[in-house]
């Protein structure tokens, strides 16, 4: 598989319950990012990675949002206490120079 | 502030017609403005991007055009095809010496095309 991969496809929760998406970029890409997609919108930036190094997040991503990159590989994006206003398609690319692969995202419905 | 404004939010196009998006930033210092393609389900794909040392970047039926002085810039999509129906997304950002970092969305264009 040479495409970027997101598990799982979808989640549904209840509020206040904490979620975990996880990433797996095109190998040979050294760069991570995460954005949030609501329906009607572009992508919104929320962090990205060089490697295992975290090295922006948008003030979007408040505190109740981690995510990790532990090895450079593969990414986790978890949500603490999640809210209703979090339901949202959360999208992973990777990159090179020549531009970003997209994951077919993780949607999160939280009822 | 929104830093990239695409319109219009539909477009609605006939068979072999020609579709025409139109996007504009506010950063001077954005040099990468890509295009993405994206259907229900999926992630957006990369169509074509183009960097502000050219006007002008054909791809196939695809063709962007870059306006620098206007900081605007546009997807012309030829003989459009039912299969072209799509929201399309332009995007700006910053491309530091062949690393991308992150993008700036437009709010989409829901494009399609009728037999």
């Known amino acids: 598989d040479t495409g970027v991969s997101q598990n799982p496809r979808h989640k549904i929760t209840k509020r206040g319950q904490n979620v975990t998406f996880r990433c797996d970029p095109i190998s040979e890409h050294n760069r991570l990012y995460w954005y949030r997609q609501t329906l009607g919108q572009g992508p919104e930036f929320l962090t990205y990675f060089q490697n295992e190094a975290q090295l922006e997040k948008s003030r979007l991503l408040s505190d109740r949002f981690s995510a990790e990159r532990p090895k450079g590989s593969f990414s986790t994006l978890e949500i603490q206490r999640t809210e209703q206003g979090d339901s949202a398609m959360y999208l992973c690319?990777?990159?090179?120079?020549?531009?970003?692969?997209f994951g077919s995202g993780t949607r999160l419905t939280v009822v | 502030q929104q830093q990239v404004k695409q319109s219009p939010q539909s477009l609605i196009v006939q068979k072999g017609g020609i579709s025409i998006i139109n996007c504009a930033y506010e950063n001077t210092a954005f040099d990468y403005f890509p295009w993405y393609q994206q259907f229900p389900g999926k992630g957006p794909a990369l169509l074509i991007a183009?960097?502000?040392?050219?006007s002008e970047k054909k791809e196939g039926r695809f063709t962007i055009s870059f306006n620098k002085s206007a900081k605007q810039f546009s997807l012309h999509i030829m003989d459009s095809q039912p299969g072209d129906s799509a929201t399309y997304f332009c995007a700006a950002g910053l491309d530091r010496g062949s690393t991308l970092g992150r993008l700036y969305f437009g709010r989409g264009t829901q494009l399609t095309v009728w037999p």
């Open positions: 690319a990777s990159s090179t120079d020549t531009g970003y692969t």
């Open positions: 183009i960097r502000p040392d050219v």
